[in-house]
């Protein structure tokens, strides 16, 4: 049976407010004071009743399973409504009988962190969250890496395990200079400026697309002289030839073999590209030093937008000229105008228009070089077919050197070369072990003058080089002016070799017969031509036997530039075949990095 409340007898009412009980032992052993002993008494029957309470709160109930320490039991029972209550709206939860029934919607939360996702969605993993540490080694496969996404920013290039960027860069280049019309029909405009940095003073990138050398869209001009499996072919146009290799050179290094196409009338220099102004050296170019390989060409004019355009050639349809103006006037410290010393170079289709001071009495500001050299790059073999060379407005003590060799070059001159001068000439000479060639396959020399009282000089052979003039060949002397002075045809020195020169062609000298022509040389030629309009004759000086001719000597004109550009040029303007082919509105030396410099082509 329970124990119920323990009451106090009636008559016997005690309360205390202690709630301690005393001991007789601590008080000395001395019987409590009878307040004491009450009092303790209370304090028990109040424990007592407390227990009491307690116990009857659970009777009758029992636990199925141990209970935890710290449960607390209450007799709060929850009503279905607030069962629902507990869960969100539109839930249909019953109870019977204490079992919930029923279901509810459950709304997850979003996940936050390096996982995020709306309620329970997809996860996604937020930007930034993976890094370097929470990718397990070797997971990264060259299968996950996408094509293309790894350039030459991502290589090691210092170190034991670093990767010579000469390996991966492209060695072979295509550029154009001049406007002109791209593979998609659109025209491109010529701009030095694009992507130069004046703080650095370098040419940045340019877009390009990669091009094989058996596809048909890859432009004629190498021949057998050079060959790759791939060329870059740099898009937008420069408007001169020295930014041009600047830009080749800085963005693929040394040993490169570069295509410059020529679209029309353009600029070889850009006077901010020079080393100095009185210097002919451009900046990173120098002496083409570091090119293996160079080809001057002429293309398509900014004015042809047919298909293949952008890989139109004078080697693929003998047609299309390009025109380079040089003003060497400000260049007083050298004769140089060039020097190719280190790579091979071709040149095809290109009129080249020099000019110079035509003032000036110092002979280094007077006269116009074009050296050839095997030199420090171990090129050095060159070849020149239908090539213009022009020197303007020169000195009366002037004088224009095309095709000057030195240490050890080899230039073959073939198809149809000219030479036009408004002053002395002296054609070809090869020093120290050079040599040049002309026409092994047949061909002629045009030689044009456009003013009286000047010599040409054939050309000259010295310290153990050579100069042949192949047979079935002509050098054709072949304007009013021309010969109109004195021509010396040839001649060698030096002691410090044997010179050998070899004659199977024919020189043809056609006078218009104003003035005496005196023709001299240091040894025999016996082919010598002189056609003549009345009198005097020629007069010979130490040239052996001549066939002396009366009348006018008729040349088939139809391999000079000139006639070859019929049907690419326009008949008027800027492009037209005069211009291009001549020497009229020379262009000069860029003096800014402007855009479209060349607005009327």
Known sequence: MAQSSIAQASGHNYTTSATALKYRTKNSGNPLQHDDVDANFDILRKAINGIVTDISGVAGNTVGTNVPVGAVFTDTQLTTAEVRAKFSAGSNITITNGVISGSAPYNHPNHSGDVTSAGDGATTIATGAVTAAKIASGAITSTKIA?????????????????????????????????????????????????????????????????????????????????????????????????????????????????????????????????????????????????????????????????????????????????????????????????????????????????????????????????????????????????????????????FYPLEHNEGAQHYVNTACELSINRHMTIAECRNGSSITFFTGGGTMFIHGDSSNRGIRAGGVYNSSSWFLAPNTSFLYSSKYVPDGTINTFGFGGAFGIAAAYFGGNYY?????????????????????????????????????SNNNVGTYTASNTARLVNKSSGWTNTTGVTSQEILCGNTNFLGNQTARTANPYSTQ
């Open 509 to 545: 000298l056609c006078g218009d017969g104003s003035v005496p022509l005196t023709h001299q040389g240091w040894f025999n030629v016996n082919n010598l031509n002189n056609y003549y309009n009345g009198s005097p004759q020629a007069t010979l000086v130490g040239v052996g036997s």
């Open 147 to 399: 094509a293309g996404a790894v350039d030459t920013t991502k290589l090691v290039t210092t170190g034991s395990t670093a990767i010579d960027l000469t390996q991966v860069v492209a060695k072979s280049l295509i550029i154009h200079i001049g406007n002109y019309y791209d593979k998609t029909g659109t025209k491109l405009y010529a701009n030095d400026g694009l992507a130069y940095s004046s703080s650095t003073d370098t040419y940045g990138g340019r877009n390009l697309f990669t091009v094989k050398f058996s596809e048909s869209d890859h432009p004629h001009g190498w021949g057998n002289n050079h060959y790759d499996i791939n060329s870059s072919h740099i898009t937008p146009p420069f408007a001169t030839l020295s930014a041009a290799a600047r830009f080749a050179i800085q963005n693929f290094g040394a040993g490169i073999s570069v295509m410059f196409i020529i679209h029309g009338h353009v600029s070889w220099i850009n006077n901010l590209d020079l080393e100095g102004t009185p210097s002919y050296k451009v900046k990173d170019v120098g002496n083409w030093g570091s090119f293996e390989n160079v080809c001057i060409i002429g293309g398509a004019p900014p004015n042809k937008n047919i298909a293949g355009s952008h890989k139109t050639t004078f080697s693929e349809n003998g047609s299309t000229v390009g025109r380079l103006d040089f003003d060497k006037t400000a260049m007083t410290l050298t004769k140089l105008a060039n020097w190719f010393r280190g790579p091979s170079v071709q040149l095809e289709g290109i009129n080249f228009v020099f000019k110079n001071d035509s003032t000036s009495t110092n002979a280094n500001a007077a006269d116009v070089k074009l050296r050839w050299s095997k030199g420090v790059g171990g090129g050095g073999f060159h070849n020149s077919r239908n090539v213009r060379f022009r020197c303007t407005n020169a000195a009366s003590n002037g004088y």
